[in-house]
């Protein structure tokens, strides 16, 4: 594990693991896999094991560093499919980022019994309500979706 130093950890030196070193669901694995992914990025492994454990994490890294895989992965591992109702809520800053969020959480996936919603403003809110109403494990949505459907 990094070194603490006050509230934050220096993730550039961490050692390159597996994915494999997670304990992840063998569909999980398959998903990270097919989508190309060989190695956990240092954010990846950092913040997908803590939050494994159930512990809250404010991470910042710069871009396509993985920090959309990072929390999709532990999102994707802890969602049980067989249970009702929705299992997790992630609500992102734009469209755009909400689409592509919902796109790797797919891609990850595929191989797992997960039902993905998203959720965004500029769709018709009835038609979301239905689609809320079915089978749904994973909502990600636009903050201003979320209090349209609150």
């Known amino acids: 594990m990094p070194k ?7 993730v550039t030196n961490t050692k390159v693991t597996s994915f494999e ?13 097919e989508k190309g992914w060989e190695t ?26 993985g920090k959309t895989g990072a929390y999709c992965i532990q999102v994707l591992e802890q969602v049980v499919p067989s249970e009702q109702p ?7 800053t734009t469209h755009e980022l909400a689409l592509q969020t919902s796109q790797i959480c797919i891609e990850l996936a595929k191989h797992l019994d997960i ?4 959720t965004t403003g500029g769709t018709d809110l ?25």
């Open 4 to 10: 603490r130093r006050d509230l934050f950890w220096d």
């Open 21 to 33: 070193d997670f304990c992840l669901k063998r569909e999980l694995l398959m998903g990270i896999f």
């Open 40 to 65: 956990p990025s240092p954010i990846q492994e950092v913040g997908i094991p803590m939050a494994l454990t159930g512990r809250n994490i404010l991470a910042c890294a710069t871009n396509g560093t």
């Open 86 to 92: 929705i299992q997790a809520l992630i609500v992102v």
């Open 115 to 118: 039902r993905i919603m998203v």
């Open 126 to 150: 009835k038609d979301d309500i239905m689609r809320i109403f079915g089978k749904v494990n994973v909502v990600i949505a636009t903050p201003g979706r979320v209090l349209d459907l609150m």
